[in-house]
């Protein structure tokens, strides 16, 4: 059974700028969120440290997980957006492919 995940503090990557850079470079994702729109593939290239990536679809339902995602990978996924997320935040928060996620 699917579960309702919400959210807070949720940063939207909304300019080309931000999409491009996304968490690069960042010293401490301890406690960032950030949401891709129209986004179906990432890259974690000068990526400090592994990340949690989520691919959603259109109702922000998880459709695929990827946990402790290391820097220097590419991630193709089908969905309309994707979440990136501390490592561990995924399971830490119990998200899994079918939930729904909101903030």
């Known amino acids: ?9 949720v940063k939207v990557a909304d ?13 401490d994702l301890s406690s960032m969120l950030l949401w891709i ?3 179906s ?10 990340i949690d990536v989520a691919f959603l679809n ?3 339902q998880v459709v695929s997980t990827h946990k402790a995602v ?17 490592a561990g935040f995924l399971e830490m928060r119990g998200v899994a492919v079918g939930d729904i996620v909101e903030w």
């Open 58 to 60: 259109e109702s922000r």
């Open 70 to 86: 290391k820097p220097w990978r590419m991630l193709v996924g089908s969905g309309s957006g994707v979440l990136e997320a501390p």
């Open 37 to 39: 729109p129209r986004c």
């Open 15 to 27: 300019s080309y700028r931000s999409r491009v850079v996304g968490l690069m470079g960042r010293r």
């Open 1 to 9: 059974m699917s579960q309702r995940h919400q959210l807070s503090d």
């Open 41 to 50: 593939s990432i890259h974690t290239c000068f990526m400090r440290g592994p």
